[in-house]
């Protein structure tokens, strides 16, 4: 044996070692000559005619002078038995650090077999980019949404138009309109309708979310009180994105909603008038689109007008118009 286990070359065969005088022998030659020929057959050549048969514990690591090139099998720094292209299992024992270019990928795939994935990620001391993500965001009007080169998924949120805050008063003071729809692809967040006026119970409806994977109606607006002494205009109905409180009940004019809130107005309160009543506030719709189409056409709703005021009364608040945000990743 030409090795002692432990990569000491150790020659062992009989006759061995040689003293002045010794004669020389054929058998002890040879014997010589093929546990040489055991050691040099154990060792790595060099220009690649051997290959290993158990792991070698590169202690200082691997230095290649190689341009890592993955498209090709003879300028690749690592190569691994399945050809490139094929998927191939690395075990890093402590740490990966990827250098060189600014940009790149790394791909995780799930394993062959039943299971989860996991990453686990260190506290880190700066940034992991695991993926890129832009975003949209339509805030008026309608048109053609045009999904991004490279994009692998969207994920899609819209809340429709809030209806518009009736006005107080007596003489038949205006009921506030509805707002509109928001539409993206056949994605729905319906509109809220507007505050009725002449002091209602109830306030306008909220509009319902349809076709997402999370759908939610918008809240319906406060009631504006009959005639009385200092009455309080009903709230605008609330959204994912906001709501409308009501106005002091002093006579005041109804509160406008924030715009792309989707939140309906409030009605216009009351001195010894019928308060308004709030618009509805608009639907709410959020969905995940994996391998989305190139366009999708969409249109964000409005927000419906404030009702007028009546005789001794007030305007009412003016919905808040919808949105839609895109979320796009590659």
Same mark, same amino acid.
């Given at each position: 044996m030409a090795y002692n286990g432990s990569g000491t070359f150790v020659i062992n065969s009989s006759g061995q070692p040689v003293v002045t005088g010794t004669t020389i022998s054929s058998t002890v030659f040879n014997a010589l000559t093929a546990d040489l020929a055991t050691g040099l057959s154990t060792a790595i050549t060099k220009d690649g005619q051997t290959a290993t048969t !158990?792991?070698?514990?590169?202690?200082?690591?691997?230095?290649? @002078?190689?341009?890592?090139?993955?498209?090709?099998?003879?300028?690749?720094?690592?190569?691994?038995?399945?050809?490139?292209?094929i998927a191939k299992a690395v075990f890093i024992g402590t740490t990966l650090n990827l250098m060189g270019a600014t940009s790149g990928s790394v791909t995780l795939q799930a394993p062959a077999v039943a299971g989860s994935t996991t990453l686990t990620l260190p506290t880190l001391t700066g940034t992991v980019g695991l993926s890129t993500r832009t975003r949209q965001v339509f805030t008026s009007g309608s048109g053609t949404y045009t999904t991004p080169t490279g994009c692998k998924a969207i994920s899609i949120r819209c809340v429709g138009g809030g209806g518009g805050g009736a006005g107080s008063g007596t003489g038949a003071p205006?009921?506030?309109?509805?707002?509109?729809?928001?539409?993206?692809?056949?994605?729905?967040?319906?509109?809220?309708?507007?505050?009725? &006026?002449?002091?209602?119970?109830?306030?306008?409806?909220?509009? !319902?979310?349809?076709?997402g994977d999370i759908n939610i109606t918008g809240g319906t607006g406060g009631g504006g009180g009959g005639a009385g002494t200092l009455l309080t205009g009903g709230s605008g109905g609330s959204t994912t994105f906001g709501s409308t409180a009501s106005p002091a009940n002093t006579g005041n004019t109804?509160?406008? &909603?924030? !715009?792309?809130?989707?939140?309906?107005?409030?009605?216009?309160?009351?001195?010894?008038?019928?308060?308004?009543?709030?618009?509805?506030?608009?639907?709410?719709?959020?969905?995940?689109?994996?391998?989305?189409?190139?366009?999708? @056409?969409?249109?964000?709703?409005?927000?419906?007008?404030?009702?007028? &005021?009546?005789?001794s009364g007030q305007a009412g608040g003016a919905g808040g118009s919808g949105i839609i945000i895109v979320e796009e990743f590659y």
């Open positions: !158990a792991r070698v514990p590169f202690i200082m690591g691997i230095n290649s @002078s190689l341009a890592t090139d993955s498209t090709n099998t003879t300028s690749g720094s690592i190569i691994t038995a399945g050809g490139v292209g205006g009921a506030g309109t509805s707002g509109g729809n928001t539409t993206f692809s056949t994605l729905t967040a319906a509109l809220g309708t507007g505050g009725p &006026a002449g002091g209602s119970v109830s306030g306008g409806a909220g509009g !319902a979310g349809t076709n109804g509160i406008a &909603a924030t !715009a792309n809130s989707g939140a309906g107005g409030s009605g216009a309160s009351g001195n010894a008038v019928a308060a308004g009543g709030g618009g509805g506030g608009g639907g709410y719709v959020e969905k995940l689109i994996a391998s989305p189409a190139a366009t999708y @056409s969409y249109a964000v709703g409005a927000g419906g007008a404030a009702g007028g &005021a009546g005789t």
